[in-house]
């Protein structure tokens, strides 16, 4: 396989990978794990098994001065929209949850436009209506029990991870983005470490089913696919990373229903259908011919 092929799957191995999150946060509810707990573990195993990643790769170094400084307040955000995210699964099917959450991609756009100065065109526009309206359709399925208090959470998470993506483009132009990731991740786990030892609500996960809970969300859905999300990028255009990322939220709207029993209503799919072509429009006005589809 040649490179660019390569970098594909990278990125649909890591976006299913993140799109097992919300089903890990179900999962952890189901256990009895809280989640303080399930976040503080989940980052302190999670940048752990990053850095020895990087480590082998030799690329194991913090960032200093400024960026250091950058990259903590990154770590920061992340901590504080993962909250906003996980809270919202109290209220909200996952699948639902990650539909919601990917109105992301459309946001940097807003905030690019905003804040850096990118052009913001009718086909942005659009592709941010389409989201939006797709976002308002499955709040507006009473069929499926959506609750507005768990999608106004994740569209808060969806809006801190544009901010988190923006500034981390920023941050870019003087770092390598694993880097940047490690040392993220990094100010991510000490944040909710403190947090959790003042709160008092951290504690140490219990029995076999706890602990394989916190591993799978630290492995399979944030060291791993952090990894191959970045090294997948070195090999293909970000616009078409981000296409490849639509993969995410059908990750766990399958997973949902497969292994949580979860109820897939035509309003919470026409809403879903609306979301993706929403990112895949605003994606495609800066989308190639990609040589590895032929």
């Given at each position: 396989?040649?490179?660019?092929?390569?970098?594909?799957?990278m990125v649909l191995v890591a976006s299913a990978g993140f799109g097992t999150l919300a089903i890990f946060g179900k999962f952890a509810?189901?256990?009895?794990?809280?989640?303080?707990?399930?976040?503080?573990?989940?980052?302190?195993?999670?940048?752990?098994?990053?850095?020895?990643?990087?480590?082998?790769?030799?690329?194991?170094?913090?960032l200093r001065g400024r960026q250091l400084g950058v990259a903590l307040a990154l770590g920061v955000l992340y901590a504080t929209f993962t909250a906003f995210f996980f809270r919202g699964l109290d209220?909200?099917?996952?699948?639902?949850?990650?539909i919601t959450f990917y109105t992301y991609p459309i946001y940097v756009y807003v905030i690019s436009a905003v804040a850096l100065g990118e052009p913001l065109s009718a086909r942005k526009l659009?592709?941010?209506?389409?989201?939006?309206?797709?976002?308002?359709?499955i709040v507006g399925g009473d069929v499926a029990g959506i609750d507005l208090v768990g999608v106004a959470l994740v569209l808060v998470a969806?809006?801190?991870?544009?901010?988190?993506?923006?500034?981390?483009?920023?941050?870019?132009?003087?770092t390598d983005a694993d880097v940047l990731a490690g040392t993220a991740l990094v100010g991510t786990t000490l944040l909710y470490l403190l947090f959790g030892l003042a709160s008092g609500r951290l504690v140490v996960p219990r029995g076999t089913d706890q602990w394989l809970v916190?591993?799978?969300?630290?492995?399979?859905?944030?060291?791993?696919?952090?990894?191959?999300?970045?090294?997948?990028?070195?090999?293909?255009?970000?616009?078409?990373a981000s296409v490849l990322g639509t993969s995410?939220?059908?990750?766990?709207?399958?997973?949902?229903?497969?292994?949580?029993?979860?109820?897939?209503?035509?309003?919470v799919v026409a809403g879903g259908v609306l979301v993706l072509a929403g990112v895949v429009l605003v994606q495609s006005e800066h989308w190639q011919r990609v040589p590895w589809l032929g």
């Open positions: 396989m040649n490179r660019q092929t390569v970098g594909a799957l509810a189901r256990v009895g794990l809280n989640i303080t707990s399930l976040l503080t573990f989940r980052f302190v195993v999670g940048t752990v098994l990053l850095w020895v990643i990087l480590a082998l790769w030799g690329r194991a170094r913090l209220f909200v099917p996952a699948g639902v949850a990650g659009v592709a941010l209506a389409a989201s939006l309206a797709g976002v308002a359709l969806a809006l801190g991870y544009a901010g988190y993506i923006t500034g981390s483009r920023a941050a870019l132009s003087s916190v591993f799978g969300i630290a492995v399979l859905g944030t060291a791993v696919p952090l990894f191959l999300y970045v090294l997948g990028l070195d090999r293909v255009e970000a616009s078409v995410e939220p059908v990750v766990t709207v399958i997973l949902g229903v497969v292994l949580l029993g979860e109820v897939l209503t035509p309003v």
